[in-house]
C-alpha cells in the first residue's frame, strides 16, 4: 500500500484568500487524484494529475479556482484561490497502488473557510 | 450524475451484531471498491472486489457484487464499538481510473 500525508492538516481561513495544499507519497506514482468532500457529503473527483501534464479536471471545476500543479511523481499541490464558505470542505488526494487497482488516500485537510 | 447510492443512509444496530450496506452504481465497472471513514478523516480502504468475482472474504468483511443488478453489499459480521464510521463504496468505469463514490452509509454500534 502507499503512504500518503498532507499538509496542512486543517485550516481556517478568511473569505478571498487562498490555501495550498499538500501531498507526499511514499512511492512514484503515475497519477494523483484530488477529491473534495463537503460536510455531510460524499467524496466528489476535482481533478486528476499525471507528471508533466496539465491536470484534467471535472465538470464543475476549473482550473483558475483549483489550480494543481504536479513538479515530480510522489508530489502535488491543490491551491483553493479566492475562497468562500462555499469551500469549506475536507480535500483529499489518492493514488493508484502500484501493480493494484487499489486507491489509496490521504489523512484529509479540513478547510474552514469564515 | 454517476454516482451511486447507498442504502440505508444510516444504520444503528447493538454490538455484536450483523451489519449490512448495499449500493448501486449505474454504468459497467472494472471493479467497486469499499471503504470506511471515521469521523472525518481519510478513507480507509476495505477491500476492492473485481467485475468477474462475485464474492469475497476479508476478517469480518463479506462483500458480494450483482453486475447484472448493478449492486453490491458490504456485510460486517460480529459488530463492534470501533467500526462505528461511514462507509463508502465506489466505482471505476471501465477504462477510467477515477472513482465515483456513493453517498454513503452512517453506521452505529451501540455497546
Known amino acids: 500500500s502507499a503512504v500518503i500525508s498532507q499538509k496542512p492538516s486543517r485550516d481556517i481561513c478568511q473569505r478571498g484568500t487562498s490555501l495550498t495544499i499538500q501531498c507526499q507519497v511514499d512511492?512514484?506514482?503515475?497519477?494523483m487524484f484530488w477529491y473534495r468532500q463537503q460536510p455531510g457529503q460524499s467524496l466528489t473527483l476535482i481533478a486528476t494529475a499525471n507528471q508533466g501534464s496539465e491536470a484534467t479536471y471535472e465538470s464543475g471545476f476549473v482550473i483558475d479556482k483549483f489550480p494543481i500543479s504536479r513538479p515530480n511523481l510522489t508530489f502535488s499541490t491543490l491551491t483553493v484561490s479566492n475562497m468562500s464558505p462555499e469551500d469549506s470542505s475536507i480535500y483529499l488526494c489518492s493514488v493508484e497502488g502500484l501493480n493494484t487497482d487499489t486507491q489509496y488516500f490521504g489523512p484529509g485537510t479540513r478547510l474552514t473557510v469564515l | 450524475s454517476q454516482q451511486g447510492e447507498e442504502d440505508p443512509q444510516a444504520l444503528s444496530i447493538q454490538e455484536g451484531e450483523n451489519a449490512t450496506m448495499n449500493c448501486s452504481y449505474k454504468?459497467?465497472?472494472?471493479?467497486l471498491q469499499w471503504y470506511r471513514q471515521n469521523s472525518g478523516r481519510g478513507l480507509v480502504h476495505l477491500i476492492l472486489?473485481?467485475?468477474?468475482?462475485r464474492e469475497k472474504h476479508s476478517g469480518r468483511l463479506r462483500v458480494t457484487l450483482d453486475t447484472s443488478k448493478k449492486s453490491s453489499s458490504l456485510l460486517i459480521t460480529a459488530s463492534r464499538a470501533a467500526d462505528t464510521a461511514s462507509y463508502f463504496c465506489?466505482?471505476?468505469?471501465?477504462?477510467?481510473?477515477?472513482?465515483?463514490f456513493g453517498q454513503g452509509t452512517r453506521l452505529t454500534i451501540n455497546p
Open positions: 472486489i473485481r467485475s468477474n468475482e
Open positions: 465506489a466505482t471505476d468505469a471501465q477504462g477510467a481510473q477515477k472513482l465515483v
Open positions: 512511492s512514484q506514482v503515475t497519477m
Open positions: 454504468t459497467s465497472i472494472n471493479n
